[in-house]
């Protein structure tokens, strides 16, 4: 993967081309970020970069036998690790056509894709000993092209503590000219030992206009469609991409987050029990997806009142919504709307009854809606 293949994240890009020119790569790096941040496809061109045989000043050549090995995912001295459902194989290596089908698709994913895409039963993956031994075994032989050798290990907080301590002294004192990228979701749950051994290097948010000008692009969303998407998504292609996969029709989150707050307003209750059953009826992945939405439109809400459409990014439809709705969110209410959505966003994440969580949810919306 080149570096212009990634959505945005310009200066984080450069950065990696100066240390890389430069000579002096930190041999362990922990990128953390969120998954539809890019972590992974930042890792994939740096790769591609330290390897290319003719690099330009602004990205590897992407024609060389080295950059096409790697766009193909099999160069020699790149090595992937990543999470596995032990029942099925019990190191990465035992994955291998998967890993390279998933990336083919898209180097953009998180754990729950990649889990669906290697067992039917979702069982949890992890990186257990096993990874740890072929680890060292790979990086204490010589590089096959006399270079680099780059280790790229994905989801390292899913390490069981076996595997992660067998890690630490090669990631401490590595072979020479030896790489560890280490590309988490969120790299405090990863042992201090192992973080205190990598130089951390923040992903940060896609910029909006760089996910619009992408979704413009390749989506042929109209640009204050885009604009919405990119706004409600916070720099994530995997949300924004998310958004877009689980509706059929793209005006089903807005009528969910109307009919909600309509009948909210008008306490009825029985219309806010449906309401509460339609949701709960929807799937897991769509109910969180709705939920990120209503924060979306509440700040879109906040904004309006205070910015007028200024600062605010929504389509044709939620901007007439928004200006009747806008005025009964303020500072009276905001804090208790924003606190109990993401409340439920957390319970439905750790399995709680989703009839239980929206009807809950319904009755919370209708005493703050009413307090503006």
Not at 268 to 278: G, Q, R
């Amino acid at each position: 993967m080149q570096f212009q293949q990634i959505i945005g994240q310009t200066a984080l890009k450069q950065d990696f081309i100066r240390e890389i020119q430069s000579g002096k790569i930190a041999h362990a790096q922990l990128f953390h970020g969120p998954a539809g941040y890019g972590g992974l496809p930042l890792a994939l061109a740096f790769a591609q970069y330290v390897f290319c045989q003719n690099p330009g000043p602004t990205d590897s050549c992407g024609t060389c036998p080295a950059c096409l090995k790697v766009k193909l995912h099999q160069h020699p001295d790149l090595h992937f690790v990543f999470p596995v459902v032990l029942s099925l194989g019990k190191s990465s290596d035992a994955f291998l056509e998967d890993w390279r089908a998933q990336l083919n698709n898209s180097s953009y994913f998180d754990l729950f894709e990649w889990t669906e895409r290697i067992d039917n039963k979702m069982r949890k993956p992890i990186i257990a000993t096993e990874e740890s031994k072929e680890i060292i075994k790979k990086l204490n032989l010589k590089a096959y092209e006399g270079g680099y050798k780059v280790m790229i290990i994905w989801q390292p907080e899913e390490m069981n503590a076996d595997c992660a301590n067998k890690l630490l002294k090669i990631l401490e004192e590595p072979p020479a000219k030896t790489i560890f990228l280490l590309v988490s979701d969120d790299a405090s749950k990863l042992m201090i030992t192992i973080q205190s051994r990598t130089q951390l290097v923040r992903i940060p948010k896609i910029a909006d206009d760089a996910l619009s000008a992408y979704l413009q692009q390749k989506k042929q969303l109209a640009a204050t469609q885009a604009d919405s998407i990119a706004a409600f998504a916070e720099g994530s292609l995997l949300a924004a991409n998310q958004f877009l996969e689980a509706n059929e029709n793209q005006d089903q989150q807005r009528e969910q987050f109307i009919q909600l707050m309509r009948v909210c307003y008008k306490k009825d209750v029985l219309a806010m029990m449906d309401w509460a059953e339609a949701l709960a009826s929807i799937g897991k992945e769509r109910q969180k997806l709705f939920l990120q939405y209503a924060l979306h439109m509440l700040r879109q809400s906040l904004l309006t009142n205070y910015m007028g459409d200024i600062l605010t990014k929504v389509s044709k439809e939620e901007a007439a919504f928004l200006e009747k709705f806008a005025p009964f969110i303020s500072g009276n209410n905001i804090r208790e709307f924003i606190e109990t959505i993401d409340d439920a966003h957390y319970h439905l994440d750790r399995n709680a009854n989703a009839r239980i969580l929206f009807t809950q949810l319904c009755f919370q919306t209708m005493r703050y809606i009413h307090q503006a």
